[in-house]
């Protein structure tokens, strides 16, 4: 099977959770598209559920499917958050922003009373940090900010270069909060949670892509078929 049909199959088992009435988080990337696909389909077929996308690029694809959409503003809490993932660990910590979303993400997973991860099989490791880290980080002061970014890492115990993104056409790739995206290659992170704290105490840095304690999931799709991954440690 092709990576894209497996990311489809782990797409169709976590819209199996949905039931009527939720408040659905919608992710964004290759993995979440397909969910939102499928939801649209159920949605077309007589499901009533409210979505609140986590990117602009999420919204067009929810609208172009029919699911009635809303806001953090107006729902504020939300029953599932489905979403895709860089990298998850067996504790289910995860690397996310990829698709440079990773702040609207975080926001919506922590509004969320569950947050499910669907991926292939190849997004399962060991240990976190092969995927190179997205940082956001706004844009003022950009080289300080990287310098300290690289200095959270080394005193993390990860020490690894940060690379401002671009986009193919060379210029600086710019988030939907208008934030631009640092990516950290660390090859490993031998310490998930302390280089967190690191990061989030940096000024300019708005968020990071470690998801820690938030996914309670993780639907993983293989040519073996369905795996299902659970928290051992549900938050709150």
């Known amino acids: 099977m092709t990576p894209d049909s497996l990311k489809r199959e782990a797409a169709a088992r976590a819209v199996d959770l949905v039931e009527p009435g939720m408040r ?3 992710g964004t990337g290759s993995t979440a598209k397909h969910f939102v696909a499928l939801l649209g389909e159920r949605v077309r077929g007589g499901l009533d559920v409210i979505g ?12 172009a499917a029919g699911i009635r959409l809303s806001t953090l503003e107006e729902t504020p809490a939300l029953d599932l958050t489905v979403d895709g993932a860089d990298e998850i660990a067996p504790d289910l910590s995860a690397i996310k922003g990829g698709g440079g979303a990773l702040l609207r993400e975080k926001i919506v997973a922590a509004a969320s009373a569950r947050m499910v991860v669907i991926a292939d099989e190849s997004k399962w490791v060991e240990t976190l940090g092969r995927f190179p880290l997205p940082v956001e980080v706004v844009p003022f002061g950009v080289a300080p900010t990287t310098i300290a970014v690289e200095a959270a ?8 270069r940060a690379v401002l993104r671009r986009t193919r056409e060379g210029h600086a790739f710019v988030t939907d909060g208008g934030h ?3 990516d950290l290659a660390l090859g490993r992170i031998p310490d998930p949670a302390a280089l967190a704290e ?16 938030l996914v309670r999931t993780a639907i993983l799709a293989g040519s073996a ?11 709150g």
């Open 24 to 26: 659905l988080g919608l």
């Open 52 to 63: 609140v996308p986590t990117s602009e690029a999420t919204r067009a694809d929810a609208e």
């Open 153 to 160: 890492a080394v005193a993390a115990g990860c020490a690894g």
């Open 180 to 182: 631009l995206i640092l």
């Open 198 to 213: 690191r990061l989030a105490a940096v000024p300019g840095v708005v968020e990071h892509g470690l998801f820690i304690g």
């Open 225 to 235: 078929g369905i795996r299902i991954e659970t928290a051992r440690v549900v938050r």
